[in-house]
């Protein structure tokens, strides 16, 4: 009696698994959750400071070199972005420049710029993100925090990115005046950190290559790349950031991040 009740227990749970199947992940709800993951790990590092050299090279291969600093403050709140400051300290004729960004996830980020040549504070047209940041191959839009709310995320496929294995996935802006019409982002499986991203104009053409490498760790949580290679398909110019100097937690605070705050930097 006990194996028969067995028995049919099993049949029946099989005839309710068949009429109620679960409903298997799509590719959208895989790669959000992806995205979602990769943020979670970077939350609560509060503040930070960094150092960079910006190497600039032509289609010729003629290099120039600027030495600026970048200032990061969290954003607690999901419903909006982290803030971040850069300033630049050479050459001379670019000293001072600074640009402060606020991030937000569907409106347009509020970016102002510092032009000490003229010493006054220019706001960045919502319409103008896509233009080069500096001379640069990063886009304005390119330097504000990129938070999960700003995209769609549809994971594609898993492949192997040098020694590691990525979650391959595609993104689409959902704010308004993108350059970009998607992004396909490659992002190890290990510690969820981006190692690549590929950005595509509104004509659905590759436009850019984001390569991320030299991955330290910081306060045993937080990873960050010392190297940025951005390589521009279309004009044959790139930009290549080297990162030093990393410290966290600072004391950093809204005052800091302020247009006020813009005329007062050395």
Same mark, same amino acid.
């Given at each position: 009696m006990t194996r028969m009740l067995t028995t049919l227990s099993i049949a029946f749970?099989?005839?309710?698994?068949?009429? =109620?199947?679960?409903?298997?992940?799509?590719?959208?709800?895989?790669?959000?959750?992806?995205?979602?993951?990769? =943020?979670?790990? =970077?939350?609560?590092?509060?503040?930070?400071?960094?150092?960079?050299?910006?190497?600039?090279?032509?289609?010729?291969?003629?290099?120039?070199?600027?030495?600026?600093?970048?200032?990061?403050?969290e954003n607690p709140d999901e419903s909006a972005g982290d803030s971040g400051l850069v300033v630049f300290d050479r050459p001379r004729d670019v000293k001072g420049t600074a640009l402060l960004t606020f991030s937000n996830i569907l409106e347009p980020d509020d970016q102002w710029i510092y032009l000490p040549a003229v010493a006054r504070v220019k706001r960045i047209s919502s319409r103008n993100k896509s233009g080069p940041f500096m001379g640069s191959e990063f886009a304005y839009e390119d330097m504000g925090s990129q938070e999960v709310g700003k995209y769609t995320h549809r994971h594609l496929r898993d492949e192997a990115c040098g020694e590691l294995l990525c979650y391959v996935i595609e993104r689409g802006p959902l704010y308004p005046h993108s350059g970009y019409r998607k992004q396909i982002v490659w992002i190890d499986q290990d510690e969820y950190r981006t190692q690549k991203i590929e950005f595509y104009d509104r004509k659905d053409a590759l436009l850019k290559t984001l390569v991320f490498g030299d991955y330290r760790q910081y306060l045993d949580q937080y990873w960050r790349a010392h190297d940025l290679f951005m390589v521009n398909h279309q004009t044959g110019k790139s930009t290549r950031l080297t990162w030093s100097e990393f410290t966290f937690r600072s004391g950093l605070g809204k005052d800091d991040f302020t247009r006020a705050a813009l005329k007062r930097l050395r």
């Open positions: 749970a099989a005839i309710i698994s068949l009429a =109620d199947p679960a409903p298997a992940i799509t590719p959208e709800e895989k790669g959000l959750a992806i995205a979602r993951e990769a =943020d979670r790990r =970077d939350l609560g590092f509060g503040d930070s400071r960094a150092a960079l050299e910006m190497i600039l090279t032509n289609r010729r291969g003629d290099q120039s070199r600027r030495e600026l600093r970048i200032l990061t403050l």
